[in-house]
DNA sequence: GCTATTAATAACTATTTGTTATCAATGGAA
DNA sequence: TTCCATTGATAACAAATAGTTATTAATAGC
């Protein structure tokens, strides 16, 4: 069975006449006899019913002709979509991010690539950021949205998000926005953190927002989850530094007291591997360095 | 684009090794480099990645085996089923029939017929006998349950169900089960029949009941459906002559009177088109002229 | 630096497909 | 009826396609 007996096949259940078959394909009527001929063999059934002065087809002609159309006319249209997927106008992104990014950037960024980009699938997952890195690597995931990552030499970024760091605190606490000038002024509180397990970089950088206060935090518990990290402020557990943005989005009893003069602000970056041979990959690549410059 | 190189194709997405694939394939290596760049050429697009030392699929590659895999099974089930099409293992029929098989032998007999057939899909329509004539000898309907057919030369027939008629009265009549003794006894009442648009062959049968009993009957209506009839009757606008098992599936406020000794009985014959190429319609044969011997 | 392995290429052969010439069957016209 | 035009099948041959063998270039591993 060949392709192109399909199609003769075809060819014929529309005329039901041999020599005109033939003529719209190009051949001679011998040639479309004997290829009908072959497939029925190969079948072992009759298509057609030829009465030496009218063709017709048979019960099983009719099935066979009706389902090989189906089949003939999806191959078609893989074939198109097969060029499309190799240009990178249709396929399949799959995207990875932090949990903060989905109350800031994200909705818009999806929004806009989704009517850019009709044809690409776009799968989303919330992961941490340890993962993520390691999945971009493996070439499970073709684009992240993370938290300071690390260098490696065939990871591309580019800093797609910032916002300034809150002190997190609970609403019995005696501090508010008026009278919060400095962390020194919770030097002695023991703090929430991001565990290491997520990579040391976000660790060290809240640290690194009490050392530039001149005190090493003391650090009651450790969690990748602001959410978490919410809840257990909310419950006297210590205090927390979070991305502005989660005050939007939390019921928590807490107060966010944004951080005056320093440094260190949250950034999201957009991370993915060099070699990734997804054609899809560098259109969307393309568009969102175009569109997102880092807001607030 | 060739069923055979979709073939080797999907092969060398299995091994990713083009010599281990065309050993697989019965060919020789070269002869598969061949045709997965000819198909390549085709579709204009890498399938591919051959880096001298690993074969890897393209992301355009990945798309085109996922569906192209599914394609190749579809178009095996299909060559499988057209064959049982042709033996008549499988396939379609239409079927046809008067109003009261519905509540006689119809639901036993579709039970049986698609438990023995299971990929025999039954297209059941109820018409009026006229029409499934007409339709059984365009081939329209493969079967049809109808009532007294004329003769043809190329239709077959054979009885599937006779009951005795009743006699059809008001309610309110004076006449019951044990004062009916005789048709003679109606003689000057109106009377429902079917109408002659419907074929002659019924009405004549119905009017012979009362020429038998020696008198010509007054038509007060005429209409093919009993259900139509029975409701005419309740509203005291004639009497009817019905087959017997109308009386389980009626809530008319009608009397059911058997009419005795007479030789005319409500008969539903089976009919179909003796040259109709349908192959499941000789199996369905077979097996209704075995299992129905005509009941009371 | 050598060897074994891999896919590509070229030249050739075999197989398949298409063409031309012809036949047998059949429906319609004379 | 007889004849003719039309239709699909068949046979012999030509063209195109697919497969084989021999060889090459590239590269990973020893």
Redo the contacts between chains.
């Keep these: ?4 007996q399909l199609d003769y096949f075809l060819m014929l259940t529309q005329t039901l006449h041999f020599r005109k078959a033939a003529e719209k394909l190009y051949i001679v009527q011998p040639a479309l006899s004997k290829q009908i001929k072959s497939l029925e063999a190969e ?4 298509l057609f ?1 030829r009465s030496q002065r009218r063709v017709q087809l ?3 002609g009719q ?2 002709k009706q ?2 159309a189906q ?1 003939r006319q ?2 078609e249209e ?2 198109n ?3 499309l ?2 240009t990178g106008e249709a ?1 399949e992104i799959r995207i990875g991010y932090v949990g903060s990014c989905i109350h800031t950037f994200l909705p818009e960024m999806i929004t806009g690539l989704t009517s850019a980009f009709p044809h690409i699938q776009l799968y989303l997952s919330e992961m941490i950021t340890a993962a993520m890195w390691e999945s971009v690597l493996k070439g499970e995931l073709d684009l992240a949205f993370l938290r300071n990552p690390p260098f490696h030499e065939s990871i591309e970024s580019t800093l797609i998000w910032q916002e300034p760091f809150a002190l997190v605190v609970p609403e019995t606490s005696s501090l508010n926005e008026t009278n919060f000038r400095s962390m020194r002024q919770v030097a002695g509180e023991s703090f929430i953190l991001p565990t290491r397990a997520d990579g040391d970089a976000y660790h060290d950088l809240q640290w690194s927002i009490c050392e530039d206060a001149g005190f090493s935090p003391q650090v009651s518990h450790e969690t990748v989850h602001g959410h978490t990290a919410l809840q257990l402020v909310a419950n006297q557990l210590g205090l927390a530094i979070l991305p502005m943005s989660f005050r939007e989005v939390t019921t928590a009893r807490v107060r966010f007291l944004e951080i005056p003069r320093i440094r260190q602000r949250s950034e999201i970056t957009a991370v993915w591997d060099r070699h990734n ?4 990959l560098s259109r969307l690549l393309k568009f969102i360095l175009e569109k997102s410059l880092p807001t607030p």
Tied chains: 1, 2.
């Excluded at 069975?1 to 192109?4: C, I, P, R, T, Y």
């Excluded at 041979?277 to 899809?280: A, D, L, M, R, V």
């Design positions: 069975m060949e392709l192109k079948l072992g059934v009759r019913e048979t019960p099983a099935y066979f389902e090989v089949i999806r191959l893989v074939r979509l097969t060029q997927v190799a396929g041979p997804n054609p899809s």
